[in-house]
């Protein structure tokens, strides 16, 4: 039989792998974690990319269509330039507006606290 010292002496070592073990998976995780980040971003690089080229490509297709319609090319060249500039714009007030909700505004409001009213006795 065990004294009580010698199960308290198991009990901590038992407790000191455990928490060992964990704090080892939490490490091999974030690592894991890390490295999908990591490819994550790389990809939407490669994506970024490949959409700029399809952009490029599409403005310039539409360029010359302007072209071929009779448009002199430097004012082809300027409208698809300004249709690229007003798209941009927008999707930046877009981000704008999102980036407005980021902040927790619901949240703050609840925890701000409130001033007491004070009643007149007339129930309002």
Not at 7 to 14: I, K, R, V
Not at 20 to 43: F, G, P, V, Y
């Given at each position: 039989?065990?004294?009580?010292?010698?199960?308290?002496?198991?009990l901590?070592?038992?407790?000191?792998?455990?928490?060992?073990?964990?704090?080892?998976?939490a490490?091999?995780?974030?690592?894991?974690?890390?490295?999908?980040?990591?490819?994550?971003?790389?990809?939407?690089?490669?994506i970024?990319?490949?959409?700029?080229?399809?952009?490029?490509g599409?403005?310039g297709?539409?360029?010359?269509?302007?072209?071929?319609?009779?448009?002199?090319?430097?004012?082809?060249l300027?409208?698809?330039t300004?249709?690229?500039?007003?798209?941009?714009?927008l999707?930046?007030?877009?981000?704008?507006?999102?980036?407005?909700?980021?902040?927790?505004?619901?949240?703050?409001?609840?925890?701000?606290?409130?001033?007491?009213?004070?009643h007149?006795?007339?129930?309002?």
């Amino acid at each position: 039989m065990n004294s009580p010292l010698q199960d308290l002496y198991s009990l901590q070592h038992e407790f000191r792998e455990l928490v060992h073990d964990q704090l080892r998976l939490a490490i091999l995780e974030l690592r894991l974690a890390a490295h999908s980040l990591m490819a994550m971003i790389a990809t939407a690089v490669c994506i970024a990319a490949l959409l700029f080229t399809a952009w490029a490509g599409l403005m310039g297709a539409l360029g010359l269509s302007l072209v071929r319609l009779g448009l002199d090319p430097a004012l082809a060249l300027l409208t698809v330039t300004v249709l690229t500039t007003a798209l941009a714009l927008l999707l930046a007030t877009r981000i704008r507006h999102w980036s407005l909700r980021m902040g927790f505004p619901a949240t703050l409001r609840s925890l701000k606290p409130t001033t007491p009213t004070l009643h007149d006795g007339h129930g309002t």
